[in-house]
């Protein structure tokens, strides 16, 4: 265990209770359990739209509008998964450079005046007929892989902090000004984060690292103080009862605490809450996990969370017994996608259980948009084509 280069957890591989190795396949219990959670997201989005075309702005839409769509990037998020499990790692590793210039690329397309698709005086999308295409949710996948890669490639001067981490924090930092000029801080806190814990797994100084959180942390924190919008999104998450926000910045956060207090225990059924209702804006999308905190209650919360706790440890195992068959690349990208689901469910449940400041991030597998279900898919069907490779050698064959 000496000879691998990067950090498997805060016990050693072999203690870790095994995942049982099939002659044939992968991980079968984390696809089924990921196929429960987006059919649920299916069945939520439909319940969480369906009044929505009573709505004067969404007049010309019928009652499926949003489902059907939801369910259309689902089929479409199928298809290129089964073909993205066809690709071994190898060639994904060889290949993330090109993909990070293409990320690249689409951020800055989508910010060219009627290329880019303006919703809420945010410019993010770039229509594709059949989707609404979120370059931002690209560059999480791409920016993974090329963090992995870039930390394979400079495995030998891991230890010198700074020739390490520079041209990996250039590299963040031209995405997170393209990402702020949509503006979208949200995909910008994702992708550091995956960043920040690739170098951190890949092996880079402890207390160095520590100390450029702290800088990052910092930076954030001045991000917000230059905002006012961005400020008083943190004014009305402290009290969004007031008579100053809650008409206001805290709108969405006191109807999200309504919607999740008239859950109670076990919730007031599939279908009927009353908060989606026209009274919580984008109840289907970043605040879904309101509507099924009304209609399933603490019992339907408590759930969804300990599945992506579950979802989370399993991916993260993987990696580490990629790396431990010392697959550093496909480790260091498996526990990125696992600190991506992760991270990102934590603060889309943070933020609807208003122990967050109100942030535009969706639930992952679960919540309306159509590259955010695509790249999900995308990066699970990646984890999965890791667990192969990884069964396929400890069976004595070549991933």
Not at 148 to 175: C, D, H, L, T
Not at 223 to 240: C, E, K, Q, T
Not at 318 to 331: E, H, K, N, P
């Amino acid at each position: 265990m000496g000879d691998i280069p990067v950090r498997l957890s805060s016990r050693s591989y072999g203690g870790q209770r095994n995942i049982a190795v099939r002659e044939t396949g992968f991980d079968q219990p984390l696809l089924w359990v990921t196929v429960a959670l987006v059919c649920w997201g299916l069945v939520m989005v439909y319940s969480a739209s369906i009044a929505l075309p009573d709505n004067p702005r969404f007049a010309n839409y019928a009652h499926t509008h949003f489902v059907v769509r939801h369910a259309l990037s689902m089929a479409i998020g199928v298809v290129a998964a089964l073909l993205a499990f066809q690709v071994p790692l190898k060639t994904w590793e060889r290949t993330a450079p090109w993909l990070f210039a293409a990320a690249l690329l689409l951020m800055v397309v989508v910010l060219v005046p009627f290329i880019g698709k303006g919703v809420n005086g945010a410019r993010r999308w770039i229509s594709l007929g059949v989707m609404n295409f979120q370059p931002s949710e690209l560059g999480k996948l791409a920016v993974l892989f090329y963090a992995a890669s870039y930390m394979v490639r400079k495995m030998e001067i891991k230890q010198n902090f700074w020739q390490a981490v520079w041209p990996m924090a250039v590299a963040v930092g031209v995405v997170g000004m393209l990402l702020l000029a949509q503006p979208d801080m949200g995909a910008f806190m994702v992708i550091v984060v995956i960043a920040m814990g690739i170098l951190f797994l890949g092996g880079v100084n402890a207390r160095m690292f520590f100390l450029i959180a702290a800088v990052v942390v910092a930076a954030f924190a001045l991000m917000i103080m230059a905002s006012s919008w961005r400020r008083d999104r943190i004014f009305a998450y402290l009290d969004p009862w007031s008579e100053e926000h809650a008409l206001g910045r805290g709108y969405q956060l006191s109807h999200a605490l309504i919607a999740i207090g008239r859950g109670e225990i076990f919730g007031v059924g599939l279908g009927g809450s009353v908060e989606k209702l026209h009274w919580l804006p984008e109840a289907h999308t970043d605040f879904l996990l309101a509507v099924i905190g009304e209609e399933f209650g603490l019992v339907g919360v408590l759930t969804l969370i300990a599945i992506f706790l579950w979802m989370t440890r399993r991916i993260m195992h993987i990696g580490r017994q990629a790396i431990a068959l010392d697959q550093v690349f496909s480790g260091l990208v498996a526990q990125g996608v696992g600190l991506w689901f992760g991270f990102q469910a934590f603060i889309n449940i943070g933020v609807n259980l208003g122990a967050l400041p109100t942030k535009g991030l969706t639930l992952p597998f679960m919540s309306y948009g159509g590259s955010a279900i695509l790249l999900n898919m995308i990066a699970l069907a990646v984890v999965l084509r890791v667990d192969y490779e990884n069964r396929q050698m400890m069976k004595g064959g070549r991933s």
